[in-house]
């Protein structure tokens, strides 16, 4: 030893130094963790997300490569449920099952099983309404019954299941859950609106408005909004919630509204602890119509209306707001994601309102055609509804399959060549609709140019009709009724003690004959004339007739030689040997009122002729009717007819001679329009659409019961205005309730006791926009765009459309739809599972537990803690194993086609916190290793290495 002292070294200072800054950086990276310390709604997703799966050396002892366990059961709900079946109208049952694994994965990536669900909910919001005193008193209960099964709490609807609803009124359920998964807590939100049984709140579809949404649904989304955040603020629900909603039809595109609304930020809406990620948002809509326009402004979206009053006091009550931006809205978004709107083929209502007024849908578009063959959906069928599958058997894809189609041919309803099964009756809907929007070629044509509100009026007059509510009667003797044109009173054209009966089984009065075919003749009118196959209504006219005879008859016609001689021979075919229907009835008084008076005598002796002397004396008209069978058929035996002109040629010869006179003042040139043979005597000979002509003026007239003028109509058009005004005014007796009146026991007792207010107001709004309602019904059920007029294709439109308007084709059935997502979830093998593990992977051990659950998402499996959840698995304590992959894996998402304008991107996943704790770590590495050379540096300066004392190896 020398003579220096030899300073002790400190390593347990650099020791502790080491450790405390080590300590302080990693507390530092702890709170800079997504998730620790602070609230991150996409947390969940990204330690599923982002953590990079282990290679297999990783996995540790003792894990088996198998599934460890079977299916748990606690994260399963299942039961049967109750809907009321499209075709029959009568309840039916089916089973569900609820996996609350389906909310463990991101709404983006989309799950079959969650798409079959939320088909189950919509069938079940779809109750019908139920018949007489207690109407409403139990309406919702299918979809409260299926949302309590399903484990939802206090489950609640709104006022529109249980009283009457309104036009642009909305129904809907909600419930809440609590959902746990991967160290967070959820509440699960379900929203469900009403998708069947609708009654008026039907009417709201036609509400398109002119704004950048539709307005009937935006009115109908804002109602239930204002009764989710009542319920949401009753129930004190807080946090993190996830939305579900699902609908179909109507109810499929309000919850894309819903949904949409809380995708793009509208959770503020419900409360300041609310959080809603717009993954945290599954909505599943099917057949849903169009909702928003490319146009639409981020504020129309995230404000909502306020609760609005009068009639519509079941409204839920709630203030107005308004929150988001002028910016325009992308509806393909990434925020909307979660959406995913599934359209059958031959399904029209999705084509409404029509693309070419920039209407779109929020979300994801996916056709369904062809990811599932007709056999599996078939099969999928049987389960959910044995008669529509019994139905649809054997008739090739049950999607094609329509209960029935007419077309007309000799006025007899047979199966139509070419227009049989959903295609062939979509296509022909499609058709109609592009002839309606060639017309009202956009939103704003269609809201303010008064087609809207005549539209929505004739469906209230249309729907009460058929339900009965509105039954004709005639104003009493004398009572005037509107002018349509001055405003004035005028008295009814035929309904009268004489003809008191309805016409026909959908309760019109028999004048409805004279307005509709005015209506139709008006509209025929346009299409030749711009045709260029007619000059003149009168012309125009003509060529209806004759192509409506050919028909009847069944004879064909060419109407550049078509004879008045024809003419007639055909007419009174058909007139007498319908003698005993209300339309020939109508017909032979229509014929009678043309006889003027000073003509009167002439053809009186002439009709004399056609009685036999032991026949009863008959009125003016059954000798008018007489004659024209004689026409056709020649005289009776027995008369002086039968002697004088012998057969029918004789008769109509005969007719020829005296109508010259019959009309001399009202046609003086009645003779030369009759045409002439050589020996100058009358033949029948000219053409027909002269003596149309002629005769027109007298038809455009109109006169009361003793014969005066009423009203010359200068063309056909007017004359139908006219004419539809005074059938409107039939319903508007004193029996209706007077404007403004509250709709009564409608709305208290829930039992609608005749027409109200609605029906009242409906009926004026057609009255007043007569002119529109005429064009909607000619080119609304008539027009089909760049076709040819044809007589026999109008009526056949008119046939079909009358008879298949209620009966949806089966594309559009809640029932197919169902069978579909039944049929992707089979073929699926919904592969996210959650799995129990008896005993705990050595990396999970803690404090002696005994519980782990395994979740399966796409071969993969990914741990989390028990099933309380007391701690959050800190990612690099995930122990990631690969399973082996089926023999044929299929997508998770529905193997459908979606073009790339509608496939919303997908977000980009947040870093996992896996990353977080390694650069944590590295960078605590390598200040430690900082720290502890500047500490040695220091204690060399402090002790000289030739200061310090060497010892040998022994010692």
């Not at 079959?116 to 919702?140: F, P, V």
């Not at 008295?491 to 009065?509: D, I, R, T, V």
């Not at 990914?862 to 690969?882: G, H, K, M, N, Q």
Request: one cysteine or more; proline letters at 7%; glycine letters at 10%.
């Amino acid at each position: 030893m020398n003579g220096h002292s030899v300073r002790e070294r400190s390593p347990h200072k650099i020791i502790k130094k080491t450790a405390a800054a080590l300590a302080l950086i990693l507390a530092l990276t702890a709170f800079s963790v997504p998730g620790a310390g602070r609230a991150q709604p996409a947390l969940w997703r990204a330690a599923l997300a982002g953590v990079p799966e282990a290679p297999a050396e990783q996995t540790p002892a003792g894990w088996p490569v198998t599934l460890p366990a079977a299916e748990d059961p606690s994260f399963l709900t299942e039961g049967s449920w109750q809907f009321t079946a499209t075709d029959t109208g009568a309840p039916a049952q089916d089973r569900f099952l609820l996996r609350e694994d389906c909310f463990f994965r991101s709404s983006f990536e989309g799950c079959t099983h969650l798409a079959e669900l939320s088909m189950q909910a919509a069938l079940a919001s779809s109750e019908k309404i139920g018949e007489g005193s207690e109407r409403y008193a139990q309406g919702g209960g299918n979809i409260t019954a299926l949302l309590s099964a399903m484990g939802f709490e206090d489950v609640e609807t709104n006022a529109y299941y249980q009283t009457e609803p309104l036009a642009d009124s909305a129904a809907a359920a909600a419930g809440h859950r609590t959902l746990r998964a991967f160290g967070r807590t959820f509440t699960l939100l379900a929203v469900i609106p009403r998708s069947g049984g609708y009654e008026d709140e039907w009417i709201g579809n036609l509400t398109v408005g002119s704004g950048g949404l539709h307005e009937g649904f935006l009115a109908g989304r804002d109602e239930i909004l204002r009764f989710v955040k009542q319920y949401v603020q009753r129930h004190g629900i807080s946090g993190d919630i996830k939305i579900w909603t699902a609908g179909h039809s109507r109810g499929a595109a309000l919850a894309n509204l819903v949904a949409a609304f809380f995708a793009d930020g509208g959770a503020g809406y419900l409360g300041a602890g609310v959080r809603i990620a717009p993954e945290d948002v599954y909505a599943y809509t099917f057949a849903t119509p169009r909702t928003v326009r490319t146009t639409a402004a981020d504020r129309e979206l995230r404000s909502v209306a306020g609760a609005r009053g009068g009639v519509y006091a079941a409204d839920t009550p709630g203030a107005a707001y308004t929150a988001g931006s002028e910016r325009s809205v992308d509806p393909q978004a990434a925020v909307y994601g979660g959406i995913r709107n599934f359209l059958l083929p031959y399904d029209l209502i999705p084509e409404v309102p029509p693309a070419s007024w920039g209407y779109t849908w929020f979300g994801r578009v996916f056709s369904a055609e062809g990811s599932r063959t007709p056999e599996e959906m078939l099969q999928a069928l049987g389960g959910i509804s044995p008669t529509i599958r019994a139905q649809a058997e054997g008739s090739g894809d049950v999607r094609e399959f329509l209960p029935q189609t007419w077309d007309l041919s000799a006025l007899k309803k047979v199966p139509a060549e070419g227009e049989t099964g959903a295609a062939g009756y979509t296509a022909f809907l499609a058709r109609l609709l592009a002839g309606l929007t060639g017309n009202v070629r956009s939103a704003e044509i269609y809201a303010n140019g008064r087609v809207q509100e005549t539209l929505q009026a004739l469906a209230v007059f249309a729907g009460r009709l058929r339900e009965g509510l509105i039954v004709p009667q005639a104003p009493e003797e004398g009572a005037a009724t509107p002018d349509p044109a001055a405003g004035t009173g005028q008295k009814p054209a035929a309904q009268s003690a004489e003809n008191p009966e309805p016409f026909g089984e959908a309760g019109l009065p028999a004048e409805a004959l004279r307005p509709l075919a005015f209506t139709y003749l008006a509209y025929a009118a346009e299409r030749l004339k711009a045709e260029h196959r007619a000059s003149s209504d009168g012309e125009a006219a003509a060529i209806v007739i004759e192509e409506l005879l050919g028909l009847l008859t069944g004879e064909p016609i060419d109407e550049t030689d078509f004879t008045v001689d024809d003419f007639l021979v055909l007419a009174a075919r058909v007139l007498t040997g319908e003698e005993g229907s209300p339309a020939a009835a109508y017909l032979a008084d229509a014929l009678t009122g043309l006889i003027p008076e000073e003509g009167g005598a002439v053809l009186t002796f002439l009709l004399e002729q056609f009685r036999r002397p032991d026949e009863e004396d008959g009125t003016f008209r059954d000798l008018l009717l007489t004659l024209l069978k004689a026409c056709a058929e020649g005289p009776q035996p027995g008369t002086t007819a039968a002697f004088l002109l012998r057969d029918a040629a004789g008769v109509r010869k005969a007719l020829y001679l005296a109508l010259p006179l019959v009309f001399a003042r009202q046609v003086p040139n009645m003779a030369q329009l009759l045409g002439h043979d050589r020996w100058g005597a009358e033949d029948g000979s000219a053409p027909f659409s002269g003596l149309v002509s002629a005769f027109l003026p007298g038809f455009l007239t109109e006169k009361d019961a003793e014969g005066t003028i009423l009203h010359e109509y200068a063309s056909l058009a007017e004359a139908a205005d006219a004419g539809l005004a005074v059938l409107l005014a039939v319903w508007l007796t004193e029996e209706t309730a007077e404007p403004g009146t509250p709709p009564g026991s409608s709305a208290s007792s829930g039992v609608p006791d005749g027409p109200g207010a609605g029906e009242r107001e409906a009926l004026l709004t057609l009255r007043e926009n007569v002119r529109t309602l005429r064009e909607l019904i000619t080119y609304g059920l008539f027009y089909e765009s760049g076709k040819r007029f044809s007589t026999a294709s109008d009526l056949q439109s008119l046939a079909t459309l009358t008879d298949c308007a209620p009966i949806a084709a089966c594309a559009h059935y809640g029932e197919v739809y169902l069978a579909w997502a039944r049929a992707e979830d089979r073929a699926a093998e919904t592969r996210h599972r959650v799995l129990y593990a008896p005993e705990i992977p050595p990396t999970l051990t803690e404090e002696g537990r005994t519980a782990c659950y395994i979740w399966v998402d796409g071969g993969t499996v990914r741990y989390f803690a028990d099933r309380e959840l007391s701690r959050e698995i800190r990612p690099e304590e995930a122990v990631l194993a690969t399973l082996p992959a089926p023999a044929d894996p299929r997508e998770e998402t529905p193997t459908v086609s979606a073009s790339a304008a509608e496939t919303a991107p997908q977000p980009e996943s947040p870093g996992s916190p896996l990353w977080w704790v390694i650069g944590a770590a590295g960078m605590a590495a390598v200040l430690s290793a900082v720290l502890f050379l500047l500490g040695k540096k220091k204690e060399e300066e402090e002790d000289p290495p030739g200061d310090r004392e060497e010892t040998g190896p022994g010692e």
